[in-house]
């Protein structure tokens, strides 16, 4: 077998480029078509053909997860041009060089390509995250396990020097913290350990072989919510999720109080910070004890939320995201540990925080599209995150534009009369047939309020069958009477306002659970600011709402939305409802993808650069559109 430098001296030497290139900006997008199975990409340039693949979900060989060290993640480029690299010579011979073999993650695309992947000869571990993508698992967070040779007279490389060589293919930082125990791990584990490296960052050396423990945990900071999923990522399964109530409540059930908090008291922002931090700690501890997994065996965390929860977390004074021009501390964080969250797992380890676009449209958003795959679809999707600041993205792989509009609280229910949270007795379900009603009740109890989407379930099925106008009236009741007569009743008067009795409490229209002609209102508010975000999108891409394929529905409300009411109400585009999507946590999900595969955490960074901001706030258009969505679809 010839030696690799024969290999390189056969090679054309223009061919050869001595360093791996630098990724491009990413603002020009490549074509790549994957044989046999015909897949079609688009990626921007310079983005690595096994990432390329890997982020499609296309398998490539591969046991060193890229770093080039393998050599199994073979492709031959079909058409299009990829240099040779300066390790492909060591993976290939002359010929095959020739005939266009490259090793995929060594191979930058800065041009259209075709690329023929062979069949696999190991199966490389996966897991479903996301709108059922498949995410191949690929850490940041990696262990080997060494078993080095003991210091001689004849050997005398440093400790740290001795743990590096048996790396080999990984070159970490190692830590002033880390140098002060590595010496005694060493001698009490005989030179058997195992070498734990995150990202660039040697931060652990084990005594003995840990290989099959690793961990970590992606938390999604909402506002109102915070969920925690402890993953193991040898499986890239969920071992213990858990959700707690943000103990920062008490300032606030929304952004901006809590914002006027911190500008009107200066110890709230520490104490703001102080209560996410212990929901972050509370959260840890309960899911790391259900899923049986030491703190100590969790090696990072990962972590999504809305701008103002995340500069909480970190202590970042949130002011200026309060007022225009709306401005936020960075899009992207410096580096943060878990301890910087409060979060007592490893000691060094280190945490990953979504990047955010806006002030409004934050790390939660960007995690949702990383989940969805939208900036990487060829079809044109249209992602919504309902809530009160609801985020609304459009686009396909080739461009993808993003706005927050102000929604206001009526999904949530608040400010709704008999309004009141997803909890049991909450109406989360009118169904009109004829003239009876159906109601379902969380818990199966007596009703004793309505949620967010018993109030849309409500509001659609009353538009549907006539009872509230398109203009969002009550109808007359001599109208409604003849309409319906097994409901008209419902339809009766408190004080001068006119409402619609969903469950009586006896015969007193007042104790009963009911929707105001005023809740009518706030929901035709909040709709319409949601589809004048989305309409204004598809005027700027210059497409209508039947060339949308998909919508997504994500948030906690968004998944619980039902599509057809959502239609009805006009909050989404008039689409076949199997094309809209009711997506559950998509933010969540983004987090947990982040930390199975350190590849699609770079892409969050590529929807940074990727994804265009429309600020809607001082639009001429925007009053005009807000007036016509007010209305119900006729
Ligand atoms: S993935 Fe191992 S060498 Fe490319």
Known sequence: MSSPLARIAQVPPAIVDAELPAPDDGSQRVRLRFLPDGADVRVPSGTPVFDAASWNGIAIDSTCGGHGTCKKCKVRVVSGDVPVGSVDPRAFTAEELLDGWRLACRANARGDLVIEVPPLQTRPKAALAGVGRHVILRPAVQKRHLVLAEPSL???????????????????????????????????????????????????????????????????????????????????????????LNRQQPYGADVITRISATMLDHEALGELRERAHETLAQLTAEVCAEGEVEPREVYEVTVCGNVTMIQLVLGIDPEPLSMAPFVVSTHSMPPVSASDLGVEVHPRAPAFVFPSLGAYVGGDIVAGLLATGLTRDRRLRLFIDVGTNSEIALGSNERVLATAAPAGPAFEAAQIKCGMRAADGAIEGVKIEGDSLALQVIADVEPVGICGSGLVDAVAELVHCGLIDHSGRFMAEDVAAELHPGLSSRLTMIGKERVFVLHWHGEDPESSVYLSQRDVRELQFAKASIAT????????????????AQVLLAGSFGAYLTPLSAVRIGLVPDLALPRIVSAGNMAGEGAKIAALSSRERAEAHSILREVEYVELSGRADFNDMFIDQLAFPG
């Open 533 to 548: 975000g989305w309409r204004i999108l598809m005027g700027e891409l210059g497409v209508g709402p039947k060339d949308v």
């Open 154 to 244: 004849e050997d005398q490389r440093s400790d740290l020097q001795r743990v590096l060589d048996g790396l080999e293919d990984l070159e970490p930082k190692a830590s002033l913290e880390l140098l002060r125990s590595l010496g005694s791990t060493l001698r009490e584990a005989a030179f058997d350990v195992t070498a734990v490296v995150c990202d660039e960052e040697l931060i652990d050396v084990e005594p003995g072989d840990t290989t099959a423990r690793r961990y970590a945990i992606a938390f999604d900071v909402g506002t109102t919510t915070v969920v925690a999923t402890l993953l193991d990522l040898e499986s890239g399964q969920p071992v213990a999720v858990g959700s707690m």
